[in-house]
């Protein structure tokens, strides 16, 4: 499956953004674990959330309560809404995932489908 991200762009502190992926496979977000990581320049890529096929879902500690990952079935998208952003927030943001209805943390090395990255900016 290839995965594209959309919606990145140049925010203000304290704004908000929506951040989108698309699969290839029309089919494939909804039945799948779904993730968002982001890396900032220098640094190691950072889980910031996942969702699994049951819609359950887990946030880094450090966007808790600020971002929210959710699912449109019907549309089968994936998305990522980041609210109160902060300039350490600034990253390049990806989706991710490991076919199957479960995930396996916020670890990149467990998930093996990669999109090419959508670039937040906050300042």
């Known amino acids: 499956v290839q995965l594209v991200e959309s919606g990145g762009a140049l925010v203000q502190p304290g704004g908000s953004l929506t951040l989108s992926c698309a699969a290839s496979?029309?089919?494939?977000?909804?039945?799948?674990?779904m993730t968002w990581f982001r890396q900032a320049p220098g640094k190691e890529r950072e889980g910031v959330a996942y969702i699994e096929g049951s819609g359950a879902t887990s946030y880094a500690d450090s966007v808790k309560g600020r971002f929210t990952i959710s699912k449109n079935y019907a549309k089968d998208r994936l998305y990522l809404q980041m609210d109160s952003l902060k300039p350490e927030d600034s990253a390049a943001y990806f989706c991710a995932t490991a076919r199957g209805w479960w995930c396996h943390g916020l670890q990149a090395r467990s998930y093996g489908r990669w999109g090419q990255g959508t670039q937040v900016t906050v300042s």
């Open positions: 496979d029309g089919t494939y977000i909804r039945n799948n674990c």
